[in-house]
């Protein structure tokens, strides 16, 4: 079974522009949540999406936003970006994101902004 | 707050010398708990997860954590470690609270396996 894909894997933007991630999760899978990773502030839970509805949401701007597809691929947007928005950005699907599924994690796209 | 704490930032050891990478939480009731391993420009790797049942759990690459509930901790071990085994360990809690999909993560360990 393939695991989760996260495209593109490098991207470098400037300050003020957006820009769109997009990920994969395994088949079957339908919950899938979006973390940053800097190294001052470690993991940081974005957002997670089921069936094509955000189901939690975690302390960042509205420049941040994300969807979900009917065939569970989600898309991560970030708007007007800052230099502070440079980061690794990990997606992590599961079945179901209740009871006792387990994340299993995309390689990461990492954003530069410069 | 609901927390995660992994006290050390680093754990050095020497290959074939036991290990263990240390982690706290404080969450209500009892939580889901896992460890996951990053290796440099990878994702994060699913280790092991603790459910209920037997407090020693067992997981990939020789891993095993043990769970305490008085202590509130879930230390990741490994009897004897690996030079492959260098890399950043993260432990995570996924509270059962109702309306919570989302999973808290430590600051990570870096082990160092030196040769």
């Known amino acids: 079974k393939a695991g989760v894909t996260q495209t593109p894997r490098y991207l470098i933007k400037t300050r003020g522009q957006q820009v769109t991630l997009s990920c994969s999760p395994i088949s079957g899978h339908r919950s899938v949540s979006w973390y940053q990773q800097t190294p001052g502030q470690g993991l940081q839970f974005l957002f997670e999406y089921f069936s094509e509805t955000q189901r939690n949401k975690g302390n960042f701007p509205g420049r941040f936003s994300g969807r979900q597809f009917s065939n569970s691929r989600s898309e991560m947007n970030v708007s007007t970006l800052e230099l502070g928005d440079s980061a690794l950005y990990l997606c992590a699907s599961s079945l179901s994101g209740v009871g006792t599924d387990t994340q299993y994690f995309g390689p990461g796209t990492r954003l530069t902004v410069l | ?115």
Not at chain 2, 24 to 51: D, E, M
């Open chain 2, 1 to 115: 707050a609901q927390s995660v704490a992994q006290p050390e930032d680093q754990v050095n050891v020497a290959e074939g010398n036991p290990l263990t990478v240390k982690c706290t939480y404080s969450v209500s009731g009892n939580p889901y708990l896992f460890w996951y391993v990053q290796y440099p420009n990878r994702g994060l790797q699913f280790l092991l997860k603790y459910i209920t049942g037997d407090n020693l759990v067992k997981g990939s690459y020789g891993f095993e954590a043990e769970f305490n509930k008085s202590q509130t901790s879930f230390h990741l071990k490994k009897p004897s470690a690996l030079v492959s085994d260098s890399a950043l360990y993260f432990c995570a809690v996924r509270p059962l609270t109702s309306g919570t999909y989302k999973y808290i993560f430590g600051t990570g360990t870096r082990l160092k396996v030196l040769a």
